[in-house]
């Protein structure tokens, strides 16, 4: 069965400096892997997605993501924090079988930002 | 090009009452999920529809019902409404099915009273 565990339910950073998010997946075959981003009172924005191609994925806004199979991780990185960047974030399993597909999705990190 | 269309965007309603909830994908998306979003539960898949068919379905009970047109919008259905089910609903459209990546809408914020 796929599953994502977001080990950090809370991070905070002062605005400058790096920011790490951490996820850890559990998938019986090759996963696909998200990251997404939710701002108060808003839908989910995709950051990035690792689809089997290159293990470090760029994303928007700065973010990035390494694919780390021996480590069954895939953390989100951002050299230097924004006060815009405070939001939640969740990771994202993709669950494909005979019957469709389904995004499994982690509890999410709530990323706050201070000056 | 217009992203994923959630109508309407707030919704009050009273135990025992039914509602729908429609969704407009990204034109030429011919997939249409539906989530749930609850603090207690995060986020919990609904259903997925394709052409029409729906091809996978989450662990809800069967108050919680839906179908995609023709022209790929889709509407859910909640029928007997609990306070449980006050939550935020998205709807994610992609391409394809498969590993492809999914765009949200903004989502129908139901409130039960």
């Known amino acids: 069965a796929q599953s994502v565990t977001q080990l950090d339910s809370h991070v905070s950073v002062s605005e400058g400096t790096p920011v790490l998010l951490r996820c850890n997946y559990s998938?019986?075959?090759?996963?696909?892997l998200f990251w997404y981003v939710q701002h108060p009172n808003k839908g989910l924005q995709l950051l990035l997605k690792?689809?089997?191609?290159?293990?470090l994925v760029k994303g928007i806004n700065g973010f990035e993501a390494e694919f780390k199979k021996s480590e069954t991780s895939f953390h989100l990185t951002k050299p230097s924090a924004h006060m815009s960047d405070a939001a939640e974030y969740f990771c994202v399993v993709t669950r494909a079988n005979q019957a469709g597909t389904a995004l499994i999705f982690g509890k999410g990190t709530t990323l706050s930002v201070s000056s | 090009k217009a992203g994923v269309t959630q109508t309407p965007r707030y919704l009050i309603k009273t135990r025992g009452q039914q509602v729908t909830l429609s969704c407009s994908p990204i034109s030429g998306h011919r997939s249409v999920s539906w989530y749930q979003q609850t603090p207690g539960q995060g986020l919990q898949f609904l259903f997925e529809?394709?052409?029409?068919?729906?091809?996978n379905k989450g662990n809800f009970p069967g108050r919680f019902s839906g179908r995609q047109f023709s022209n790929s919008r889709s509407e859910m259905n909640v029928s007997t409404l609990e306070l449980g089910d006050s939550a935020l609903y998205l709807c994610?459209?992609?391409?394809?099915?498969?590993?492809?990546?999914?765009?949200f809408g903004q989502g129908t914020r139901l409130t039960v009273v």
């Open positions: 529809y394709f052409s029409e068919t729906q091809r």
């Open positions: 998938s019986s075959y090759s996963p696909s």
């Open positions: 994610a459209s992609r391409v394809a099915g498969g590993r492809t990546e999914a765009f």
């Open positions: 690792y689809t089997s191609a290159a293990t």
